[in-house]
């Protein structure tokens, strides 16, 4: 549960890679190489906490933002 309350839903690989527009070898690959959303197996699938996956995009959205000079 979230401060709020609420249940944070867990997406699958394949949920990732449609709320990217990424292929599921490219969400496999960034998971093996550290780059992606934070993950965890369970059992034999790997899931990922939609807040985790919110929180990559933001960051990676904020890495790619240029900076205005001062």
Not at 2 to 29: C, F, H, K, P, Q
């Amino acid at each position: 549960m979230t401060a709020t309350g609420s249940a944070d839903r867990l997406l699958t690989v394949s949920e990732i890679a449609e709320r990217t527009d990424l292929s599921i070898n490219t969400i496999r690959w960034y998971r093996h190489t550290g780059a992606g959303p934070r993950t965890f197996r369970l059992g034999r699938r790997v899931f990922a906490k939609e807040s985790d996956v919110n929180a990559w995009l933001e960051a990676q959205y904020a890495a790619d933002t240029p900076q205005p000079e001062a």
